[in-house]
């Protein structure tokens, strides 16, 4: 009944405001909202596959969710669990934690060749417990003849890796058969004494170990999830025309953690071996994706400049001093309901941000996630709350609603660039009867600002690497 009523309330008056006219109305219609189906908040149990813009100039790969239906990484063996949304949620604070690490600390101690086999792997921990690698999923292929591999892609790290045969210490459940380097013609072991080896350190945030000349790479992100082995060089397959030789890259036998059944990671960091410095003379250090709405739909990570830049708007990329893997934004200001909220402007200036695609939850300055779950509070009286989940302390129950209306939420980038967030870019839902704010406040107003996942859904987000410019459109998928 409440949904007849709210509806009407708003109809009325939108209806008087269209009567009186529109300069009282600009006074009158104080804040705008997003009408949402509550149905429409839970992913359908099947793969909806959003058709993927063709570009002459660009390569497109499909992007999914790692847990979601057009993964079908889940339908795997007792290993792979679908994890609670407050496992999700841990795991995304590891992350922060993880990323709040590699800005404050230089690179750690050598990884000893031994490591690659041995059970206790002293890559030394650093801040922290387990870390979420990221939740988007792209399919390549690698070597001769080509294996199709799922990687998670991840802008906040830069090496890529996959786990190998013969997986000399360990190797976690995956969906495809893993890979195996001796199979491939193609493949090649890097020696320790090539510049490629040391730039490790920088890429991987430890220096390389040596295995009988063999480069040894080691990469850790957090106590539990880490991969050691060789580095190789191999033919890597993004589209059927797009391939390059000697793809520098992480041959895995030791590998654990919460990759979910995919095969390993794309590392998209501003690293000289990232992906997008290694493919930079082909696309120019320019890629671009759009994360889906919901599991259950599909994005997708394009290489190259497109054609399609109409509606985007760009705002500087910066480099955030020790962590120069990370693409660095700064943000200026925070709307609610289509209101600017007050917050001081050194909230922001003071601390580094940055954006990231593995980062799950936009992490704030306390006095802007205040200031913004207040504002958005106010605006949800009406609402029956409902109990914190996680991180998460603004959680409502919509459980005997058909559809609600969310206040948007709107961010300032520098350069004038104003970013109404999609409407599945505001909640997190855990069920009808438990939809939460997705945002969350760091611990100190010293930390890194993230712009995580959850706000990036649907915008085609551009990254002009060579210009330094992140770009944002909205509507990139559905
Ligand atoms: C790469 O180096 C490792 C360690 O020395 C060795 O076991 C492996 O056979 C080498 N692979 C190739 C293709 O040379
Ligand atoms: C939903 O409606 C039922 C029946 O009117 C009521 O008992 C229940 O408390 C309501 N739940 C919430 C969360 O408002």
Redesign the pocket.
Known sequence: MATTSHQYTLRLFVLSCALVGSVLCKDLQADTYHTIEVSSLLPSASCKHSATKGDAKASSLKVVHKFGPCASLRRLGPSIKQPTHADILREDQSRVNWINSRLTSKVASVVGPNQVGQSDVNIPAKSGSTVGSGNYVVTVGLGTPKRELSLIFDTGSDLTWTQCKPCVKYCYEQKEPIFD??ASTS???ISCTSSACSQLSSATGNNPGC????CVYGIQYGDTSYSVG?F?KEKLTLTPTDTFDNFMFGCGQNNRGLFGGAAGLLGLGRDKLSIVEQTATMYGRYFSYCLPSSPSKTGHLTFGKGTSAGTLKFTPLSTISEGASFYGITIQGISVGGKKLSIPASTFSNVPGIIDSGTVITRLPPTAYTALRNAFRQLMTKYPTAPALSILDTCYDFSNYSSVFIPEVGFSFSGAVEVNLDRTGTMYTASTSQVCLAFAANSDDTDVLIYGNVQQQTFEVVYDVGAMKLGFAPKGCA
């Open positions: 380097s001796k493949y090649g072991n295995s009988s000349s063999a060789f190789g």
